[in-house]
């Protein structure tokens, strides 16, 4: 499966932005989905993640209760919706797909950069 991220940019402190992601390839409702992110100097992080279905969703305590990840399977994409942002959550951010649920996200894209200023 191949994932394309967009929806990235500059917000102010508060604000809010959706990152979306589109999948080609195999059966996008075969794969868990996820969000990750990168800050400069930093190492990746665990974002959110939704099952198959959509009907599990997992996130980070630092982003619990501002972020809600979304999947639209007929549209083989994945969201993530933004809110609340804070200076903290500037990042590249990455959407994975993890095939089968196994616990390996082996496909990435490319990322988006959110940038958050205080």
């Known amino acids: 499966v191949q994932l394309q991220a967009s929806g990235g940019g500059l917000v102010p402190a508060g604000g809010s932005l959706r990152l979306s992601c589109a999948a080609s390839g195999r059966t996008f409702g075969d794969y868990s989905m996820a969000w990750f992110r990168q800050a400069p100097g930093k190492e990746r992080e665990f974002v959110s993640r939704i099952s198959q279905s959509g009907g599990s969703t997992y996130y980070a305590d630092s982003v619990k209760g501002r972020f809600t990840i979304s999947r639209d399977n007929a549209k083989n994409s994945v969201y993530l919706q933004m809110n609340s942002l804070k200076p903290e959550d500037t990042a590249n951010y990455y959407c994975?797909?993890?095939?089968?649920?196994?616990?390996?996200?082996?496909?990435w894209g490319q990322g988006t950069q959110v940038t958050v200023s205080s």
């Open positions: 994975a797909a993890d095939y089968r649920s196994t616990g390996n996200y082996n496909h």
